[in-house]
């Protein structure tokens, strides 16, 4: 059942119940949940939505680019977002939400965690990690998870709200892609524009993959003259990370 056809004292019971089964102080009256997203390598972004009294509050909706992070690094990624989240909420001195649902498993859930204490707002919000599959939920530190019956209103509302945020980040995702608004480490090679990076995405999947092959299968799929340019721009960044 789609919780905008619930009347209002029906979705007041769903939100006890989940209270009831995630253990959480204070009823989850405002939940926000995160994910990040990345076409092979590229475009890295992430999108946070929110839900209050049990329905999606749109306005309250956020995407991020993915600013401090290198490469694919999902962990890193939820932390930074996380991080600028919650540091504008208290900037702003908005409320924190009840619940903090993170997409993924306990090392998505202790890359958020680190956020979160380092803002010191550990007590002051429950978080926690909904892996996929088999739609086990974590909590920071425990080495168990809690698995809810594939029946239980509560993993539905999870799911859903899962799914909410994965359909805002797709969406945000694809239009990032469509209008190049985001430049990926490729075309910060001097000579190299999107159209020869796209091609040598589409051809390699990802950067990491470009940075292993050989210069020759690279002269193949964009010719020696932007081929040189990308390996030493790699080379000179390998030896520089060395030093």
Known sequence: MLLEANSEGQNIELLTQLQTDLHLKSLP?????FDNSNFQGSYPVAAMVCFKN????????????IKTVEGINDFASMQEIVYRRYKRVLDEQKPLPQLIVIDGGKGQLSAAMESIKALNLLGKTTVVGLAKNVEEIFYPGDHESLKLSFQSETLNLLKRIRDEVHRFGITFHRNTRSKGVIKNELQQIEGIGEKTAQELLKI?????SIKRSALEDIEKAIGKSKAKLVKDYFEGKSQTSVH
């Open 54 to 65: 049990g329905l999606p509050d749109k306005k309250e909706y956020r995407h991020f680019h």
């Open 29 to 33: 009256i405002h939940i926000e949940c």
């Open 204 to 208: 390699f999947k990802s950067v990491a």
